[in-house]
């Protein structure tokens, strides 16, 4: 399964207004494990996902489809896969200036 997962992770960490730090410390894991994550450099363990998710406020389904590539999802076009994202993206900059919970 090829996905972006640690570019997504970084994405969703930016949009949250964390550092590397402040992520890795709300997840439970270190810095260095977390910047390796995040450059595709290690694949992160379900136990990871799952505490990077928490930390993030956001469902592991949710950092899961943001992260897959489109030609995984098989069920939706590419404009809905586009707007879908654009949707998800929007809700996770609102809760973060709000600073509320998906």
Known sequence: ???????????????????????????DISVSHLCLLERGKRDPSLSTIEAISNALSIPVSVLIFLAADNEQITELTENQIEELTRNIMGIIDGASRQKSLF
């Open 1 to 27: 399964m090829n996905m972006n997962l640690g570019s997504t992770i970084k994405l969703v960490r930016k949009k949250r207004g964390y550092t590397q730090s402040q992520l890795a410390d709300r997840a």
